[in-house]
Nanobody, 123 residues
Framework: QVRLVESGGGSVQAGGALRLSCAASGYTFGSNYLGWFRQAPGKEREGVAAGAGSIDYAGSVKGRFTIFRDLARNTVYLQMNSLKPEDSAMYYC???????????????????WGQGTQVTVSS
């Protein structure tokens, strides 16, 4: 059984920072493809940051968000700095290429998904 569990979400003020975690069980991240996605009410799921050896970032978060891995803990992180109200969303981590897409920032690229963690940024 593969499980991805996100944590670290919460409520912060604009300009603040937050670090999201995604811990895996029954799966080893290693250097495999992984992605962070977000979805706000009424909007489509958006790829935030994703990749394997190199990471692609959505233009809206480039320079503010960073993915990094802790291989020993089998955990990946999304560091979010200079948060804006428009960053408010449910954030999901995803792993394991499914083969339905060639775009790592596309939701159909991945086989495994976590349940999400809520991020709310107030102005």
């Amino acid at each position: 059984q593969v499980r991805l569990v996100e944590s670290g979400g919460g409520s912060v003020q604009a300009g603040g920072a937050l670090r999201l975690s995604c811990a895996a069980s029954g799966y080893t991240f290693g250097s495999n493809y992984l992605g962070w996605f977000r979805q706000a009410p009424g909007k489509e799921r958006e790829g935030v940051a994703a990749g394997a050896g190199s990471i692609d970032y959505a233009g809206s978060v480039k320079g503010r968000f960073t993915i990094f891995r802790d291989l020993a803990r089998n955990t990946v992180y999304l560091q979010m700095n200079s948060l804006k109200p428009e960053d408010s969303a449910m954030y999901y981590c995803a792993a394991e290429r499914d083969g339905r897409s060639r775009n790592p920032l596309g939701a159909d690229f991945y086989k495994y998904w976590g349940q999400g963690t809520q991020v709310t940024v107030s102005s």
